[in-house]
């Protein structure tokens, strides 16, 4: 799988074409934001969580947050 980094402005934009037509750049935004913190919340309480066919999360000694991706990680650029 090929590693990239991505900053929030390009996954909003991403986000916004994926939810069609008619979407505000502030409703991906609001979307974003949302998933990001639930994830962050998710990992601070120390639980290690998955999300299906997507991949799982935890948070490593050192407090960063590590990300592992499935098998089936969509290995397609959206």
Avoid: E, Y
């Amino acid at each position: 799988m090929l590693s990239r980094k991505v900053n929030k402005k390009s996954l909003t934009a991403r986000v916004r074409r994926l939810m069609g037509p008619g979407t505000t750049h502030s409703t991906a935004s609001a979307a974003v934001d949302a998933v990001l913190c639930a994830i962050s919340r998710l990992a601070q309480r120390g639980d290690k969580f998955t999300i299906m066919r997507f991949g799982s999360f935890s948070l490593s000694p050192t407090g960063k947050l590590r990300f592992r991706p499935s098998r089936s990680f969509p290995d397609k650029p959206v």
